[in-house]
C-alpha cells in the first residue's frame, strides 16, 4: 500500500484508524449479515408488489422533507457541492425522498403506488442511548391511501419481514400521533402552548400536567398498554376519535401472536405522521434488539399543485438486526490447494461453492470450511 502523501510534499501524514463518532467500519461476518438481512426484508416486501426505487445518497434540503404535509426535526448532515456552490444534505431518511418521487417523477402513476427501498441514512447527531449516525434503513410506502386495509398491510407485511429475517418475539407498538391535538384543538383545550403539552406527555410526565393547565390530559398517560387493556381505558374517556380506536382493535386483531401494546400520546419519531404511527421491538439469538428495530405509520404526500396524497409505509433498521446476532451465517468456503486446475474451480462455483484458490504452496486454509482434496470437498 502506497503511503497517503501531504499535498505539501513533505512527506507520508501521520495515518489513524480513527472515524467520526457515530461512524463504524462493518467486517466480515457482520457486514455479510447486514446484506442478506437487506435481502431478506426486500424480498418479503417484493413479494407483495412492492417495487423497488433507488434516491441518491444527498439531495438539496427540500428534496428531503419538503414533500411530506409534516416536516421531519432530524438534525441534518450537510455538505457543499462543489461543482455548484450549493448546500447539499445528507439524507435522514427516505420515506420524504420517496415522497418526492411519488409527486413528481410517479405522479402520474396508477395508485396504489407500492415502493420499497433499501439504503444508508444519515443524521447530524447521534441519539442518547445509540451514538449511530448512519443506519441501513429497509422500507416499503404504499402511496395514495392510509385506510385500514393499507395499514394493515403495510404492519403485517413488516412484521412478516422480521419474521423473515429471524426476529422472534415481535411486539408493536401503535399510537395517535396527531390525537393530542386533535384534542387540545377542540375537546380538551389547554392554555399553554402545544409544544409545551407535547413535551410534558412525550416526556409521560404526568406531574408537569396541572402546572400547564392539562390534568385532564393524565388519563392518556395512564392508558398505555396491553392493546385491549388501553382500549378499554381510552374508550371510556369518550374521546373524539372512536373510529381511529376501531382501526387500531382492528390492527391488533390482524397480528395475532404478535404482542400488540397502544402508547395513545407517544410522538417521538413521529412528526410527520398523521392518525396512525407505529414502532416495532423483537429478539435476536444475542438476546432483545436494543430499542426500535423499525418504525411507520400513516402521513400526508405534499403535490406541487397544492394537493395533498395519503400515505402509510414503514422503515427497518438493518444494523439493529446485525448488532442483535441475526444474519450470521457460518461461510461456506472450499480451499483449493496450490496447483487445483482453474476448470475445477470454475466446476466448483457452478456448483455452488465459494472457493478461495492458494496463490502459493504455503497457503493455508484459513477462514475456510471445506478443503478439495482433489476428489472431493472434505470438511475442516
Ligand atoms: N421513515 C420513518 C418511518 C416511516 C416509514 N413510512 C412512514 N413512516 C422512520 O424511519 O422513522
Redesign the pocket.
Known amino acids: 500500500m502506497p503511503p497517503a502523501w501531504r499535498e505539501d510534499g513533505e512527506g507520508p501524514q501521520t495515518l489513524t484508524g480513527l472515524l467520526p463518532e457515530g461512524f463504524r467500519d462493518r467486517l466480515p461476518p457482520q457486514a455479510e449479515a447486514a446484506a442478506a438481512l437487506l435481502r431478506t426484508l426486500l424480498d418479503t416486501v417484493a413479494a407483495r408488489g412492492y417495487a423497488r426505487v433507488q434516491p441518491p445518497l444527498v439531495e438539496f434540503e427540500t428534496g428531503l422533507s419538503g414533500w411530506l404535509m409534516k416536516p421531519a426535526s432530524t438534525a441534518l448532515l450537510r455538505a457543499t457541492d462543489p461543482a455548484s456552490g450549493l448546500g447539499l444534505a445528507l439524507r435522514p431518511?427516505?420515506?420524504g425522498q420517496i415522497a418526492r418521487i411519488a409527486a413528481t417523477r410517479l405522479a402520474d402513476a396508477p395508485r396504489p403506488l407500492r415502493l420499497a427501498y433499501g439504503g444508508p441514512v444519515l443524521r447530524a447527531k447521534g441519539g442518547q442511548l445509540n451514538p449511530a449516525r448512519e443506519f441501513l434503513?429497509a422500507?416499503a410506502?404504499l402511496i395514495g391511501s392510509d385506510s385500514l386495509a393499507a395499514a394493515t398491510e403495510i404492519l403485517t407485511m413488516a412484521v412478516a419481514a422480521l419474521a423473515a429475517a429471524g426476529v422472534t418475539d415481535i411486539s408493536v407498538d401503535l399510537t395517535l400521533p396527531e390525537l393530542v391535538a386533535t384534542l387540545a384543538a377542540d375537546r380538551w383545550p389547554v392554555p399553554c402552548p402545544l409544544a409545551d403539552l407535547h413535551a410534558a406527555l412525550d416526556a409521560k410526565d404526568a406531574g408537569a400536567l396541572p402546572a400547564l393547565g392539562a390534568t385532564a390530559y393524565a388519563p392518556l398517560l395512564a392508558a398505555a398498554g396491553p392493546a385491549a387493556q388501553a382500549l378499554a381505558r381510552l374508550r371510556a374517556l369518550d374521546l373524539p376519535v372512536a373510529p381511529q380506536l376501531d382501526a387500531l382493535e382492528s390492527l391488533a386483531a390482524a397480528l395475532p401472536g404478535t404482542h400488540v401494546t397502544i402508547d395513545p400520546t407517544e410522538r417521538h419519531?413521529f412528526e410527520y405522521?398523521s392518525w396512525l404511527g407505529f414502532s416495532l421491538f423483537g429478539r435476536g439469538p444475542e438476546g432483545a434488539v436494543r430499542g426500535e428495530i423499525g418504525?411507520?405509520?400513516s402521513?400526508a404526500v405534499r403535490h406541487s399543485n397544492g394537493t395533498s396524497e395519503a400515505a402509510?409505509?414503514?422503515?427497518l433498521y438493518v444494523d439493529a438486526l446485525v448488532d442483535a446476532g441475526l444474519g450470521i451465517t457460518r461461510p461456506r468456503r472450499l480451499f483449493l490447494p496450490h496447483g487445483t486446475p482453474s476448470t475445477t474451480a470454475d466446476t466448483l462455483r457452478a456448483q455452488g461453492w465459494a472457493t478461495v484458490a492458494a496463490l502459493s504452496p504455503t497457503d493455508t486454509p484459513q477462514g475456510c470450511s471445506h478443503v478439495w482434496n482433489g476428489v472431493e470437498a472434505a470438511a475442516l
Not at 402509510?312 to 422503515?315: A, H, K, N, R
Open positions: 431518511d427516505i420515506t434503513q422500507g410506502e419519531g405522521h418504525r411507520g405509520g402521513y402509510v409505509g414503514f422503515s
